[in-house]
């Protein structure tokens, strides 16, 4: 099983990005997965999840903000990222219940 997230960078806080995370090796569809960050010094934390069947939860800190999608037949996951924080600065990674992928930057500048 593979994950690669992508779509990471650099943006004023404020504004906006798109992460994307493509998924080999499993059956994607009948997958839950998930989005977590770990800023430096700080312990990782769950930022949003999505079900197989299409059921999301997010942290609070992200509610309203941030929108966790699936496109099972390309086998992706998104995290679309808005009202950017210098606070949301962190290494963002996707990851299903046994397999974490390599994760992507994102910086917020403030």
């Known amino acids: 099983v593979q994950l690669q997230a992508s779509g990471g960078g650099l943006v004023q806080a404020g504004g906006s990005l798109r992460l994307s995370c493509a998924v080999s090796g499993l059956t994607f569809g009948n997958s839950a997965i998930a989005w977590f960050r770990q800023a430096p010094g700080k312990q990782r934390d769950l930022v949003a999840a999505?079900?197989?069947?299409?059921?999301?939860y997010y942290q609070d800190a992200v509610k309203g903000r941030f929108t966790i999608s699936r496109d099972n037949a390309k086998n992706t996951l998104y995290l679309q990222m808005n009202s950017l924080k210098s606070e949301d600065t962190a290494v963002y990674y996707c990851?299903?219940?046994?397999?974490r992928g390599r994760g992507t930057q994102v910086t917020v500048s403030s």
């Open positions: 999505i079900s197989s069947e299409g059921n999301a």
């Open positions: 990851a299903t219940d046994s397999v």
